[in-house]
């Protein structure tokens, strides 16, 4: 991995995520900050729960954030910001969900959810024009033209997925947050899923906020990999130095769990379970530390110790 | 798993499952033969569509309303499962003999009861006990599937529970009578990762306790390289490869295991494409000439459009259905990037040795 890492697209600053009322609250994400560069995939990886969706829901403003900014190209676009910004960031971050399945209109033909956003953020496009950016779009994701008109029970789970992806397309985003876009599919159409999204990203120049709980399928799309537990980022690193040397205690335990296509490793697995008592934070308080160039971990004095000389064996 | 000759506990024989959709008659299992030894994992693998789980229902006689067994037999203790005809005949088996996993613990508990009640309503339709000793029992069961506090689980609802204790239940209420087959239906798929492996241990540890004999149905080939002894391999309604685990990853031999396997992402190169099958499966409304996957089959013969391949055998306990076995056939030589299976293995093996001498 020596792609060099450019200008920062998005930034993330402090962001805290509040679910509940004043009596009840839980706060789902605390205090997370990353920066993603224009061109690379992201990936953002937890187990349920854990916030990641809810990250990227605050991102594009599904969910509004209790503390913290988003700063997209040098603005912020969090909180109260201009008409004019707010059509722009609608234009250009879009959103890829998780299931196929549901997250299609199912009372609306395949044209129309796809130029949906479009009406919206174009109303001075002609009916004709709209159209022919339908085609586009679907040609683009390797489905027919025909398909437009048709309803989005016609189609299976791969295809479905591919007409989400074809109306965040036609915006013509710069950035792409992608939810376990594949984790609902079977492991054939997976491979015909993923590829299409890398192939779009050579051809765009997109940047991916890439969403998952399955690192090895995480190992091969993305560029960057931040762990993510119960709200908070515990490691950050570049894909290859995560899985060479994997620190902070719950990485590990993540990647020791991750199931191999081949027989004989799974039968010598060991299986490393993580504890979260086992960190000894009353006194000596955890910090975000660069513990080696392009590699962040969440740990305290003695930890980030231990981090160092295993780093050096 | 081959070093002894295993009784026979479940035979399947030219076993037909037909569907009536819509007035148009559908064939989801074409002609299986096969069988389940006593104590074995079996994993049934495919794509969804391939009558994976459709197979393993007939042996509960859970198929839908619409469908039925159309030739065949299933042969269990004796008594011949396919030729059963009324619900009644079911209930000596479902349940007390055979039991299921199903998919998803959050659609297949009762919302409005207390868990321990629906493991204790299991163990009470099969067994005439008194309320007592049907409660002792049902704290056995969570015990057994690593519920702590037992007495507390008991009175508490399915919500209360996480996805990975939900399935710890799920699990309970199948062996609540012990059975002798237990079918697993995608049992982790709803799962994360390391409750994934955590849920996997828990089966085993089931297994070696109560002597089960456990099917997975599974599209996930990570989870079927941890559990299986012996894998199917199914498309279109049919087994296409069936052998031991180490066999049908490292010695495939039909290409439709090739194609699953190549299109595994962790066997891709960053960079480049992943290989990915072409083309859907076949429609199973139509009858299918010759080798169901041919169409899919870059590089099929001729003869694979024609006539349906028998079964070759490979070694005693591997065998495939593809005409690429045939003395005859000109032996194409599967893809490359599989043999990167056993380097998965090997880059692990390095990661091992590096973490003993940080350790």
Redesign the interface.
Known sequence: MSKSLGEILVSVRNMEVTFGSRRNRFVAVKGVSFDIYKGETFGLVG??GSGKTTIGRAIIRINPMSHGEVIYKGQRISGKISKELDKKVTQQIQMIFQDPMASLNERAKVDYIVSEGLINVRPDLKKQERSEMVTKALLEVGLLPEFASRFPHEF??GQRQRIGIARSLIMEPEFIIADEPISAL???????V??LL?RLQKERGLTYLFIA?????M???CDRIAVIHKGVIVELSETEKLF?HPLHPYTR??LS?????????????I?E??DPTQHHYETDKPIWTEIESGHFVMGNREELEQYRV?LE? | MCEMKKDVILRVRDLVVKFNLRGQVLTAIRGISMDLHKGENLAVVGESGSGKSVFCKTFMGLLDNNGWVDSGSIEYGGQDLAAFQKEREWIHIRGKKIAMVFQDPMTSLNPLKPVGKQIQEAFTLHNKVGAAEAKKRTLELLADVGIPEPERRYKQYPHEFSGGMRQRVVIAIAMACVPEILICDEPTTALDVTIQAQILELLKALQRKYGLTIIYITHDLGVVANVADRIAVMYAGDIVEIGTCDEVFYDSRHPYTWALLSSLPQLGVKGEELYSIQGTPPNLFHEIHGDAFAPRNPRALKVDFVARPPYFEVSPTHKARTWLLDPRSPGVEPPEHIKNIRNIRNLKKEDAVNEQITR
């Open positions: 187990e349920s299976s789970g079977d492991v054939s159409i997976r491979a015909q993923l590829n890398s709980h399955d690192l090895s399928v190992r091969f799309i060479e335990a993540l769990a991750i199931p191999l296509p081949d027989p004989d490793s799974e039968k010598r697995k299986l379970i993580y295993r064996a």
